[in-house]
Structures are given as C-alpha cells and as structure tokens.
C-alpha cells in the first residue's frame, strides 16, 4: 500500500509540473483580427479617387441650429391729419363755348385755355394781348353762331407766348447728269398764343331749326 501512494504521489507531480492550471475561467471568443497596413493594389494603380466632403455642417438630431430673432422695432400709430375746411369760394364755371377763328389764311378752332401755334404774327411780343377779330363760328351748349361770313362783333382774346421757329425742313436740289445739288434748311418762323376769352357773340342772332329748313 505503501508503494503503491507513493507512485501515485510521483506521477501526479509530474503531471503537475506538465500542466500549468489558469484560475481565469476559459474565453471562448474569437481573437480580434489583425490589421493590415499594406498598402491596396487599387492604390497603386491610380485608379481610386477621394470621396467629395461637404462642407455643410451635420447637426444631429438632438442638436438643432439656434436661430436669434431680431427685436421688431416699434413703430408709433399714425395720428390722423386735422381736416382744414376750406373757406375760398369756388369760382363759377365758364360758360363751355368755342369758335372757328381765321388767322392768316387758316382756321382754327380754339376755346378759353387752349394754346396753338399760328404764323408769325408782326409786330407781336411776347406777353402783348391781341384781339381776333375774324371770327366765323361761335358754338356753345343750347346754340349756334354762324357768320356770313363773319359773326359780327364776335372777338376771340388771346395772349401772345412765345415767338420762335418750325422744325427744319430741308429742300433738295438735283440734276441729273449735270452735277449739280443743292441741300437747303429752312425753318418757317411761328408765334405761340394762347386763348383767354370768347366775347361779343350774344346780340348776333342765333341759328335754329327753322331758320335751317326755309
């Protein structure tokens, strides 16, 4: 018996300087893998490209921008303007009439305010009153004036304006096979008038219907 311990005895210590137990329990997950800093075949060829970054800033979904808003400015109410009666009299409207006038060897027709351009007219400044005394028609509202040829006493008042010139018109002169040309500019001289007032019409007697039909 006593042999037989000590061989068992021997055998275990040689088992035990062979086997060295952990006390750490045994993991059983796999080794992380191993990097490789070796350069890619694709890296060497030219043929990879760097992916484009924006360059916009990524908030994420708990982070969002904060947006600081301007105080508004304050605007004072508007008061209302003070109403301002106006104690002028209001001038009574002229009477709506107009004539057919002779100037030179034209005929216009003109009424109170109307400005037109004539002919020269001599011996005529500027801001002198004229009298015009061929009047061929005078017209109003309710009746007519017709002369024969002139309505008599009828005269049209007018205040000279402006003394000046017509556009250029020019006048070329050409032979044929003779040289010759000629390029003139002429420019007709005007007067400017504007009309004040018709008077001098009411005693002429007045046309009607049924001095019309006899």
């Known amino acids: 018996m006593a042999a037989s311990s000590c061989s068992t005895l021997a055998l275990c210590s040689s088992l035990a300087a062979h086997c060295k137990i952990s006390k750490n329990p045994p993991n059983h997950n796999p080794p992380p893998p191993l990097l490789s800093f070796?350069?890619?075949?694709?890296?060497?060829s030219g043929l990879y490209t760097r992916p484009a970054f924006s360059l916009t800033p990524k908030f994420s979904q708990?982070?969002?921008?904060?947006?600081?808003?301007?105080?508004e400015a304050?605007?004072?109410?508007?008061?209302?303007?003070?109403?301002?009666?106006?104690?002028?009299?209001?001038?009574?409207?002229?009477?709506?009439?107009?004539?057919?006038?002779?100037?030179?060897?034209?005929?216009?027709?003109?009424?109170?305010?109307?400005?037109?351009?004539?002919?020269?007219?001599?011996?005529?400044?500027?801001d002198d009153k004229i009298i015009l005394n061929k009047v061929l028609l005078v017209g109003t509202k309710t009746t007519t004036y017709i002369g024969k040829p002139v309505?008599?006493?009828?005269?049209?008042?007018?205040?000279?304006?402006?003394?000046?010139?017509?556009?250029?018109?020019?006048?070329?002169?050409?032979?044929?096979?003779?040289?010759?040309?000629?390029?003139?500019?002429?420019?007709?001289?005007?007067?400017?008038?504007?009309?004040?007032?018709i008077t001098g019409y009411q005693d002429y007697p007045a046309v009607t219907l049924d001095s019309l039909k006899s």
């Not at 070796?38 to 060497?44: E, H, L």
């Not at 096979?177 to 007709?188: A, L």
């Open 62 to 71: 708990t982070e969002a921008p904060v947006i600081e808003s301007e105080p």
């Open 151 to 197: 309505v008599t006493n009828a005269a049209v008042h007018a205040v000279v304006e402006e003394q000046g010139l017509n556009p250029k018109v020019i006048v070329f002169k050409y032979k044929k096979k003779k040289g010759y040309r000629r390029n003139i500019g002429h420019r007709q001289p005007n007067t400017r008038i504007r009309i004040t007032g």
């Open 38 to 44: 070796s350069r890619p075949k694709f890296f060497a």
């Open 74 to 126: 304050f605007v004072a109410p508007e008061e209302p303007a003070p109403v301002v009666e106006s104690t002028s009299k209001e001038e009574p409207k002229r009477e709506e009439v107009f004539a057919v006038v002779m100037i030179g060897s034209r005929q216009y027709i003109v009424f109170p305010g109307r400005y037109l351009y004539t002919q020269r007219l001599k011996d005529a400044n500027v």
